[in-house]
């Protein structure tokens, strides 16, 4: 079988039943990269914040660990719209190879930053200014390499490839975490403060200039891209032109995802160690327990989605977590011993997080490949902003609903965003009894 044009309406474009070298290099890049990517993203979150003190000074802990959190959240967005366009015309190999370097460099001069008695102010701005920059490249780099991945796929099996993809962020955070860990134990806290935190920068550093060398080496954009004519202004078709509907769809989808995720992780996190009941080993416990299970379920929803449809999948999805999840968020609370709240803590990131496994594909196959990267990395990154500025308005709406029923309502609202993105846009793929439907030009553009 050969390559069909991927711009024809006649003929979906479909990939040759025997892969190709390119096409389980350029999958295995987008596996291995999203977990560089979540490695780095997560890093100041976990790995900063003991040392905190040490490295900002004492004062506005809270606020300065927040600018940091902010300065990420910003540059991924600008990432996406600066480096979208860009893999559009050049290619998906070149703009990820170039974002992996900028990660990487990032990530290594974090590593170096002087201490706040060596430095004063200087190292919160540095820091700032590196994540920033980081943000900027982290946004390029999963807006270039988790399409690629999507157009080397066959249709069969791109949604289990992009489960695999999004899977790897909650092992990310485990590694994370786990390295951490290990530190605290091993290290007392003036090591860890003076030069321990670095390590789990330098590992971050090192596995994106690893991922670098393997896409130097290893990965090429596929057909589908190749024999596509280049577009002038992929970012302004997406945004005012003939594909923005597709994009606010999308934007409408992936805010009810991120908004699941930010209420079902760390405000859950949060309120349970405030609880004076639950101890903190256990919230940890809990919680790891429902990263790996919600790893699982990811990738197995991914795979499921092919089958159902994605479209189908979503409303489904986004159903299940307007009415699961708030009872379950609520039954935590009230949960009677350490394994029923383990259980329900699991419940509640299956119903919440699992969703993630077909993004990858579903946005992918959302845009005409003319127009992929700019489109999935914006409708990606755009949306993570509102519901990524919870602590802002969760206070209010707690005033008013309570600590647990406010972020009950925002799981209503987070699923009922998903179920209303899904059912505004049009189905993408199914595979029934090994015959796979894809999509038109017309169709995946919006």
Request: proline share 6%; aromatic share 10%; net charge positive.
């Amino acid at each position: 079988m050969r390559y069909a044009h991927p711009n024809t309406a006649s003929a979906p474009a479909q990939l040759p039943p025997s892969a190709p070298p390119g096409m389980r290099r350029a999958i295995r890049g987008g596996i291995f990269g999203n977990y560089v990517d979540q490695f780095d993203i997560f890093l100041p979150v976990i790995a900063l914040t003991p040392a905190a003190a040490h490295l900002f000074g004492s004062e506005n802990l809270v606020s300065n660990a927040g600018l940091i959190f902010v300065a990420t959240l910003l540059g991924r967005p600008i990432g996406a719209a600066i480096f979208g366009p860009i893999s559009d015309r050049i290619g998906r190999t070149a703009t990820t190879k170039v974002a992996l370097t900028g990660v990487a460099l990032t990530t290594l001069l974090i590593a170096l930053v002087p201490s706040h008695a060596v430095f004063g102010a200087g190292s919160l701005l540095l820091i700032l200014a590196l994540r920033f920059l980081g943000g900027i490249f982290l946004g390029g780099e999963y807006t270039s390499a988790v399409p690629l991945a999507m157009e080397w796929s066959e249709p069969e099996r791109r949604g289990l490839v992009s489960g695999l993809i999004m899977w790897m962020s909650p092992w990310a955070n485990a590694t994370i975490a786990g390295l951490v860990f290990v530190l605290h134990g091993t290290l007392d806290t003036a090591s860890y403060n003076a030069w321990g935190w670095r390590i789990p920068f330098l590992l971050g550093a090192v596995l994106a200039f690893g991922m670098l060398a393997y896409y130097r080496a290893r990965v090429e954009d596929s057909p589908m891209w190749t024999q596509t004519p280049r577009r002038t202004n992929p970012l302004k078709e997406i945004l005012i032109g003939e594909h923005r509907r597709a994009l606010w769809q999308v934007f409408i989808l992936m805010s009810g995802m991120w908004l699941l995720t930010y209420m079902a992780i760390p405000v859950l996190t949060g309120q349970l160690g405030a609880d004076a009941d639950v101890g903190a080993q256990t919230i940890t416990f809990a919680m790891m327990c429902g990263t790996a299970a919600s790893a699982f379920t990811m990738a197995g929803c991914g795979h499921l989605s092919t089958f159902t449809g994605r479209r189908v999948f979503f409303i489904g999805f986004g159903l299940i977590a307007a009415v699961l999840g708030p009872v379950i968020f609520l039954a935590v609370f009230t949960a009677a011993g350490t394994t029923v709240l383990v259980l329900l803590v699991v419940a509640l990131q299956i119903v919440t997080v699992s969703g993630y496994g077909p993004v990858g594909a579903y946005l992918a196959e959302r845009f005409p490949t003319a127009v992929r990267s700019s489109g999935y990395g914006v409708g990606y990154s755009l949306s993570i902003v509102i519901p990524a500025l919870y602590p802002y308005y969760l206070p209010a709406l707690q005033n008013v609903l309570g600590d647990h029923g406010a972020v009950a309502a925002l799981l209503a609202l987070a699923g009922a965003l998903v179920l209303t993105g899904a059912l505004a846009g049009p189905e993408t793929v199914r595979v029934s009894l090994g015959a796979a439907r894809l999509p038109t030009t017309d169709e995946s553009g919006g």
